[in-house]
């Protein structure tokens, strides 16, 4: 089995992954991705101008997200 792919929710912006995902539109096409690039940001504050992908808008609009995961159950 291979190993899962890891989303990291960064504090206040997007969504960093590997860049050996691929990132498909509502129609099933592909995005491209840079050659040599090891991840990608996806945008979560909606004012990217290069949607689906970060751009750095967040940090000028006051985007404020900082999701944590919670604690595991003691046993």
């Known amino acids: 089995m291979s190993d899962p792919v890891i989303v990291r929710c960064r504090d206040n912006g997007p969504f960093v992954l590997p ?33 689906p992908f970060c751009d750095g808008a967040h940090k000028g609009m006051g985007f404020a997200a900082c999701e944590k995961a919670p604690a595991p159950a003691a046993s």
């Open 19 to 51: 860049a050996s995902v691929q990132v498909v539109d509502a129609d099933g096409k592909p995005f491209a991705i840079a050659a040599g690039k090891e991840v990608i940001a996806l945008c979560r504050c909606g004012a990217s101008k290069n949607k």
